[in-house]
């Protein structure tokens, strides 16, 4: 006998507020300057460089099924100063609807913000994204988690956006062994078991860090882990054999497919009976030769070489300690971009 549970989470990325370190502006031209960079005869143009912080915050994290939050975005330069009419563009995963705004796009106030209201339609853990859209590497998720049953007689929330991220399907609070959160650790840091708040996988390593042909100072780069939860509701043992997973590397392209990432006694592969929970925190991505492969760089590894927003898939398979078979399966997305991590100092 065999037991299969082929389901959906969203990266478990506990609210991920993102604040990025502010970037010191540099003097504009056509109009700019030094004193109020990214700026061109009044109209904001900024980029990169001018760009200090977004941040994002959902009201409520966790929301019953068929109720609703607020969200916002706020957007401020690197002199700490908002920024207006800025095109903010979000996105959702399937168990999330925005019901304001339902196009997903609006421009930030006189005051920076752009606000609206998702919703709840099923149960699970899902992504809300907003980024920039003015061609500016920022972007910012948060997960939220939806309770509950459906209720009698709920269609949904008429007429909203959202779920062109895929993934996140709604999951099962029954399920006999499952994977509760899903999401990577991609920064070397390893500071905590929890699912980590940051859905950003760096795929290119900068070779100099503060522009100085004297020095050497490479970007901090690092293989990347997958971080999932697991909970066991059997009234047995059950233990993990082994990983897979499988990632469209290139647009256009099938997905990669992993050989079985073996498991050990030290990887907490284990779970005990009547609801344990642990964290299997497994290596999937390798930085290699200043950029980010999956699979064996040197072996039929396929190395990420275009920006975007990926999801993962992940396989896990074990067995009770009666010998049953266990089989759960479970999605994360994140953002594979040229990240910095450089040292601001």
């Not at 990266?11 to 061109?40: R, V």
């Not at 699912?195 to 950003?200: E, I, N, R």
């Not at 522009?211 to 043992?237: C, M, W």
């Not at 299997?280 to 991505?285: R, V």
Request: hydrophobic share 35%.
């Amino acid at each position: 006998m065999m037991r299969s549970y082929n389901k959906r989470y969203a990266a478990g990325l506990l609210i991920a507020l993102g604040i990025l370190g502010c970037m010191g502006g540099s003097g504009g031209t056509d109009g700019g300057s030094a004193e109020n960079p990214g700026y061109q005869n009044g109209v904001y143009t900024g980029d990169d460089s001018t760009t200090g912080t977004m941040s994002l915050v959902v009201e409520q994290e966790t929301i019953a099924v068929g109720q609703k939050s607020g969200f916002s975005v706020l957007v401020v330069d690197s002199q700490g100063q908002p920024v207006p009419e800025v095109s903010v563009v979000c996105d959702s995963e399937g168990g999330v609807a925005i019901i304001e705004p339902s196009s997903g796009t609006e421009l930030t106030s006189a005051s920076g913000h752009m606000s609206g209201v998702i919703g709840c339609s099923a149960p699970g853990s899902f992504q809300l994204l907003c980024r920039l859209g003015s061609g500016l590497n920022r972007r910012r998720f948060v997960t939220v988690r939806c309770t509950g049953d459906i209720p009698s007689g709920f269609q949904g929330f008429p007429g909203a956006g959202g779920g062109g991220l895929g993934g996140g399907v709604q999951n099962n609070d029954d399920g006999d062994v499952q994977i509760v959160e899903a999401g990577f650790e991609d920064d070397g840091s390893f500071s905590s078991s929890d699912v980590p708040a940051d859905a950003s996988i760096d795929i290119v390593q900068i070779a100099d860090c503060d522009g100085n042909a004297s020095t050497v100072d490479f970007e901090p780069f690092h293989d990347t882990y997958v971080n999932l939860k697991i909970q066991n509701n059997l009234p047995e043992r059950v233990t993990f054999s082994y990983l897979t997973y499988s990632v469209q590397v290139t647009t256009g392209a099938a997905p990669f497919e992993s050989s079985n990432i073996g498991l050990t006694r030290q990887a907490n592969s284990s779970l005990d009976a009547n609801g344990q929970t642990g964290n299997l925190i497994l290596p999937i991505f390798s930085a290699y030769g200043g950029g980010k492969w999956a699979g064996d760089p040197l072996g039929r590894g396929e190395q990420f070489t275009t920006p975007g927003l990926r999801t993962v898939t992940f396989n896990l398979v074990g067995e009770t300690a009666s010998g049953e078979l266990v089989n759960i399966s479970a999605q994360a997305t994140a953002s594979f971009s040229n990240f910095t991590r450089c040292s601001s100092n």
